[in-house]
């Protein structure tokens, strides 16, 4: 067998490479063209030279003399005199408790990575049962990590959760040099997101970085929860962003994005709605793979020590996940290597799977009706 492999002629070996080539392409290719090829060149006008300005003058005082306008728990003091690396805004529902005291004990209890100050709070609107909101006061009241804004935590309302949580990170965070907006359901892999912050290639301000997706079309169908009038949103595409699940802004940003909140349509998506306030402050979204979006990345110790994000993270798989990434045990560059070719094929499995199964149950109701 040895031998007969060692006698392959020229074309049969170029043969073997161009399969081999072709295999990393196609697992590899999408996010490589994603990542370097999906930008345009940002544009500065004056109108953005004036959201800048007004950025950097803004006084937050009149919101922190009358906070009970815009919050029920607020956190007030809990980043004064502190110079925060990153801010980390969990986005979780009201009656979920169980899930941000798992979050507690992994990701979330981190507090410094190579010696840069960590932040992490829950970030809820209200709920709609009485019972909830006084289990919510106890858990605040012992653990000092959650916001609570004036609006229904409901999926209409993840827009108006964005804008209350933008606006508390100035308000009372605005030493905060990165704000990571996270939902509940992630694994957060935060030393290797936070050395990925630190060597940045480009300076530490316009930072909007994420997942980025491309060229998606506004739902124009009336009898959606999601459609979107043309009166509201008139252009063929919304502009890039990045998925909502994960992402991060610089504070000055954050700012930019405050003095534009007004004069953006609110009935888009969450995550298209922060889009749509980055390109009127002439800001194109950063791409990185490493953050999954949507997408469940299947467990590889490896490979979770070089992504930045999984979502739908179980709750048995998270503490075993956050262990193991914290063992102190290096990954080589081959078993690196091995870690996201075996969790990247898994993970397309999967998501062939969800959309066979997406597909029967679709003509299943379509049968139906």
């Keep these: ?41 940002p544009y500065i006008d004056m109108k953005v030279l004036e ?7 803004l006084n937050m005082e009149p919101l922190r003399s009358n906070l009970s306008k815009c919050y029920v728990l607020s956190q007030p003091e809990i980043c004064k005199g502190k110079n925060i690396f990153l801010l980390s805004l969990i986005f979780s529902s009201p009656g979920n408790g169980t899930r941000r005291d798992l979050i507690r004990k992994t990701w979330g209890n981190v507090t410094s990575v190579q010696g840069h100050p960590i932040l992490t709070l829950f970030a809820l609107g209200m709920p709609v049962l009485v019972p909830t909101q006084k289990e919510i006061d106890k858990e605040s009241h012992k653990n000092n990590d959650i ?9 209409e309302n993840q827009t108006l959760k964005i804008i209350a949580m933008t ?86 940003v954050a700012r930019m994005m405050y003095v534009v909140f007004k004069e953006v349509p609110i009935m888009v998506p969450a995550d298209v709605f922060v889009g749509i306030c980055a390109k009127s402050i002439g800001l194109i979204p950063i791409h990185s793979s490493r953050f999954s979006g949507k997408r469940h990345i299947r467990y590889n110790r490896c490979c979770y020590k070089f992504i930045f994000t999984s979502s739908e993270t179980a709750d048995a798989e998270m503490p075993l996940a956050w262990k193991e990434i914290n063992d102190g045990k290096e990954c080589t560059l081959f078993e690196t290597y091995y870690g996201l070719i075996s969790c990247k094929l898994l993970t397309y499995i999967d998501s062939f799977k969800h959309f066979h199964m997406d597909t029967i149950k679709n003509n299943v109701m379509y049968l139906a009706d």
């Design 1 to 41: 067998m040895q031998v007969t492999f060692c006698r392959l002629r020229t074309h049969q070996w170029c043969f073997i490479l161009f399969n081999v080539i072709l295999f990393h392409a196609l697992l590899f290719g999408a996010d490589f063209v994603e990542e370097y090829f999906l930008h345009s060149l």
């Design 147 to 155: 916001i609570e804004g004036i609006f229904l935590d409901s999926s």
């Design 167 to 252: 606006q508390w990170a100035v308000t009372f965070c605005p030493n905060a040099l990165f704000i990571l907006k996270v939902d509940e359901e992630m694994f957060v892999n935060l030393p290797s997101l936070v050395d990925y912050l630190l060597n940045l290639k480009e300076h530490l301000e316009d930072i909007y970085v994420g997942r980025v997706i491309h060229q998606v079309t506004p739902n124009r169908d009336p009898r959606s929860q999601e459609f979107v009038p043309l009166s509201e949103y008139p252009e063929k595409y919304y502009p890039d962003y990045c998925s909502g699940e994960a992402f991060i802004i610089s504070q000055d």
């Design 51 to 57: 959201i800048k300005d007004k950025a950097r003058k």
